[in-house]
């Protein structure tokens, strides 16, 4: 490789925004799967990009990986271009479909991986921040699907980037291996470096993401943090034990947006929790253990990604 056809590192990481995308555009045939993004990442940020199934995530990550080229508009990374900066290693990647080689060991596919690298990290200290230490000597067509997921974040994190790009990081693993990953994930962030993430795990995006970008139809309908996000969807949640409520009489109650019934437990999304929750009384004295919160992110997701007509 010619070592002056990228440039280096230290002047890449230092080139300002982490991830600048402005007008980003496109279609497959008449799909338009990115509406013209303008988005600024800065370096350090955890970010979680979320959005329903055809919102447009996968096409703008492929985008900032450089495997799919823009109709129009710019990406860079650090400064550069997608791969300039992929071949720079500052660019690291787990994809959920990423492919493991069935018949090498754990070890040999970070070590292959370690070696196409100007300045990797050491391939022990990979497989020790990914937890898969103790799977090195295991073979790819041995491994659980929540191995395998912890294997391609090693392989992720042997370029030693600066900008880790995260698929649906903890899908297939067990409760504890979410725990862990997450553990290793902030020991990594810790470092300053950048993180952003696609997952389908709420939670995860409400405790770990410093900022929620939130994407619809391929345009960004919400960005902030978890606080600025759930503000933007206005409204309250109230819970309540309401023995004799019925669909009909929740649905008609006034500012209800949405309900859930489960026997005699209820929960509400109101845009006007003080009339929701007089209504409620005088229809259901007899409720009880009433809460009532600010919307959470799962709330705040669905009202700002749904299409007018399903709201």
Request: hydrophobic residues 45%; charged residues 25%; glycine residues 10%.
């Amino acid at each position: 490789m010619n070592e002056t056809s990228s440039p280096p590192r230290e002047a890449a990481v230092t080139a300002g925004a982490a991830v600048r995308l402005s007008g980003l555009r496109k279609s497959y045939g008449e799909v338009r799967a990115v509406d013209g993004i303008d988005l600024t990442i800065a370096p350090g940020e955890v970010v979680a990009l979320l959005g329903p199934n055809g919102a447009g995530k996968s096409t703008t990550v492929d985008m900032i990986l450089g495997l799919s080229t823009p109709d129009s508009g710019t990406v860079s990374v650090f400064g550069a271009a997608p791969g300039e900066a992929v071949r720079d290693g500052v660019i690291g990647a787990m994809l959920q479909g990423g492919a493991l080689l069935a018949d090498a060991t754990v070890g040999e596919m970070v070590a292959m991986v370690a070696s196409l690298h100007r300045k990797p990290m050491p391939v022990g200290e990979a497989l020790a921040r990914a937890g898969v230490d103790d799977l090195k000597n295991q073979r790819g067509n041995r491994l659980s699907g929540g191995q395998k997921q912890r294997v391609r974040f090693a392989v992720a994190l042997v370029s030693d980037p600066d900008l880790l790009l995260l698929d649906e990081p903890t899908a297939a693993m067990d409760v504890s291996s979410r725990r862990e990953f997450w553990r290793s994930m902030q020991a990594f962030t810790d470092s300053g470096r950048t993180v952003v993430f696609a997952t389908h795990y709420l939670e995860e995006a409400e405790e770990f993401a410093d900022r929620v970008v939130l994407m619809r139809s391929g345009r960004i309908v919400a960005d902030g943090s978890v606080a600025q996000v759930r503000a933007l969807a206005g409204g309250r949640t109230l819970r309540a034990v309401a023995p004799g409520a019925t669909a009909t009489t929740l649905a008609n109650l006034p500012g209800v947006t949405e309900y859930q019934l489960r026997g005699e437990q209820i929960a509400l999304s109101s845009n006007d929790s003080d009339a929701t929750l007089r209504a409620l009384l005088t229809a259901f004295p007899d409720a009880r253990d009433i809460e009532i919160a600010a919307i959470g992110l799962e709330g705040a997701f669905l009202s700002l990604t749904s299409d007018e007509e399903e709201k």
